[in-house]
Nanobody, 125 residues
Framework: VQLQASGGGLVQAGGSLRLSCAVSGRTFSSYVMGWFRETPGKEREFVSGVSPDGSDTYHADSVKGRFTISRDNAKNTVYLQMNSLKVEDTAVYYC???????????????????WGQGTLVTVSS
């Protein structure tokens, strides 16, 4: 299973970015997908998750109202639209695929078996 994340970069505070994650090697439409982020010295934290059919999403309180997760099962791709970015959103962002099939969106990273390589998002003030 391969997950290829892209879309990171440098943006000013208040700006927007869209991350993408293309998946191959597994039946994409059967699994919950998530985005996590990590900064130096901190645990990798859950950001957003989406159900297998895209009908249900969940976002961490820190990004609620600013970030939107979505997926295109025809393209085996999950997206993270990030608006109104803040300096504190600076991190390496990882996409992840849940270990087992099912509908529930898990927020613990131990529930996810496959990870992308990470894409760096830097928000400047």
């Amino acid at each position: 299973v391969q997950l290829q994340a892209s879309g990171g970069g440098l943006v000013q505070a208040g700006g927007s970015l869209r991350l993408s994650c293309a998946v191959s090697g597994r039946t994409f439409s059967s699994y919950v997908m998530g985005w996590f982020r990590e900064t130096p010295g901190k645990e990798r934290e859950f950001v957003s998750g989406v159900s297998p059919d895209g009908s249900d999403t969940y976002h961490a309180d820190s990004v609620k109202g600013r970030f939107t997760i979505s997926r295109d099962n025809a393209k085996n791709t999950v997206y993270l639209q990030m608006n109104s970015l803040k300096v504190e959103d600076t991190a390496v962002y990882y996409c992840a695929m849940r270990r087992s099939d099912g509908f529930a969106i898990a927020t613990l990273k131990s529930y996810y078996a496959y990870w992308g390589q990470g894409t760096l998002v830097t928000v400047s003030s």
